[in-house]
C-alpha cells in the first residue's frame, strides 16, 4: 500500500479488518519490519486519538516517528503555483513536502476543509499536492474531505462486537446526524458512509443515514445507503447507531436549522434494537449524545477509540511491507 486516504485503497474490507484484529492479537509481531525506518507525522489541525494511536501504532511496528504540528512550529506554506511570494508565505509546499519526504519512509498528514469553498475543500488540493511532492507513502490523518483510519475503526469494532445470527441477518448501522453549535466539517459522515457503502456491497451489513432536510452529504459518498429524514424511523430495528454532527454540504459549511428531536439518548435508543452507539470523539456532551448513553452500556465509544491503534498499525504495516 503506497496511499491511504479512502476505502478505495483497500481490497478486502474483510481482510483488512481480519488483518488489524491479528495486530490486536499480537501487537509485537512485527517490530523487524519498522526497524530503522521513520513515520512522520504532520498536523496542520488539532488531534489527541489520532496523534497517539498512530504514533504508538508505528512504535508497535519498531519505527521511529516524529510529529511536527505544521501550521503553529512550521513556516506559513504557500499552495498555489506560479504567484510571487512577496506576502505572509514564507516556503512552498513543493519544497516543504518534497524535504519532509527525504526524512521519512512513510508521512501522515492532518488537513482540515476550511468551509469557505465547497470546490477548492472538496478537490484536496492541499493533502494532493503533499502527496505528490513528499514523493512517499502517505497516510491521511483526515483530510479535508475523509477520515480513513476513524472509518477502519469503526468497522473492526462492528465487526467484533457483532454477534452472528444463525439466520445470517446482517447488523442494520444508522449514520445518526445530530446538533452541534459549530459547523463541522463532512469528512467524518462522508468516509463513514462511503466504508459503510461498500461494506454493504460486500453483503455485511444494511446502512442507513438519518439527517434533517438540508443536511444530504455528497452523493459520491452515499452510494447504495437507505437515506431518512425521521430519526425515529430510522433507528426502527438499529443494532449500531453512529452519531455525528456534520454541516451542510449543499449550503456549503453552514448551520441550518433543524426541527427538535435529533440528540442521541436514552428515549431514542428504545426505537432499537437495544443498539450500540459509536462516536468518532471529541464528542460534546448532552447537545450530541447523553451523557446517559455516553456512561451507560450501550456505548462503544472508548472501545472505538482503541480500535484506531489497530486499525493505524495494519495500515502502516501494509505500507512498510511495500517499502524496498
Ligand atoms: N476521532 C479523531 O480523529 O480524534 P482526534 O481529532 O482527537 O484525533
Known amino acids: 500500500m503506497k496511499l491511504f486516504t479512502s476505502v478505495h485503497d483497500v481490497k478486502s474490507i474483510k481482510q483488512f479488518v481480519k488483518d488489524a484484529l491479528e495486530l490486536k492479537a499480537n501487537p ?23 496523534r497517539l494511536s498512530t504514533q504508538k501504532a508505528a512504535l508497535n511496528l519498531g519505527m ?40 521519512c519512509d512513510i508521512l501522515g498528514l492532518r488537513s482540515f476543509p476550511k468551509l469557505n469553498n465547497r470546490e477548492e475543500d472538496y478537490s484536496e488540493d492541499f493533502f494532493n499536492k ?33 454477534t452472528k445470527k444463525p439466520d445470517g441477518t446482517k447488523p442494520k448501522v444508522v449514520l445518526a446526524w445530530a446538533p452541534h453549535v459549530k459547523a463541522l466539517p463532512q469528512a467524518v459522515p462522508n468516509s463513514f458512509a462511503e466504508w459503510m457503502c461498500k461494506a454493504k456491497e460486500e453483503e455485511l451489513i444494511d446502512f442507513t443515514i438519518a439527517h434533517p432536510a438540508g443536511y444530504e452529504l455528497a452523493e459520491q459518498f ?40 435529533w440528540m442521541m439518548n436514552n428515549d431514542k435508543l428504545k426505537f ?17 449524545l447523553s451523557s446517559e448513553i455516553l456512561d451507560g452500556p450501550n456505548s462503544l465509544v472508548i472501545h472505538e477509540a482503541g480500535n484506531r491503534l489497530w486499525a493505524a498499525q495494519a495500515v502502516i504495516k501494509a505500507m512498510l511491507e511495500e517499502l524496498k
Open 222 to 261: 452515499i452510494t447504495g445507503a437507505t437515506i431518512e429524514h425521521n430519526l425515529d424511523e430510522a433507528l426502527a430495528g438499529a443494532d449500531y447507531v453512529y452519531v455525528k454532527n456534520w454541516s451542510s454540504y449543499k449550503d456549503y459549511g453552514k448551520v441550518l436549522n433543524y426541527p427538535d428531536g
Open 272 to 288: 432499537t434494537n437495544d443498539a450500540k452507539v459509536m462516536h468518532c470523539l471529541p464528542v460534546r456532551r448532552d447537545l450530541e
Open 64 to 103: 521511529n516517528v516524529m510529529v511536527m504540528n505544521l501550521d503553529k512550529e512550521g513556516w506559513a506554506l504557500e499552495t498555489q503555483d506560479g504567484v510571487v511570494m512577496n506576502g505572509s508565505t514564507v516556503e512552498h509546499i513543493r519544497e516543504a513536502a518534497a524535504v519532509m519526504g527525504q526524512y
Open 130 to 162: 503533499f502527496v505528490k511532492y513528499c514523493a512517499v507513502p502517505v497516510v491521511s490523518l483526515e483530510s479535508a474531505t475523509r477520515h480513513p483510519l476513524q472509518s477502519f475503526a469503526d468497522i473492526i469494532t462492528i465487526y467484533e462486537t457483532w
Open 28 to 50: 509485537y509481531a512485527h517490530q523487524a519490519l519498522g526497524k530503522n525506518k521513520t513515520l512522520g507525522l504532520v498536523f496542520m489541525n488539532p488531534s489527541l486519538r489520532t
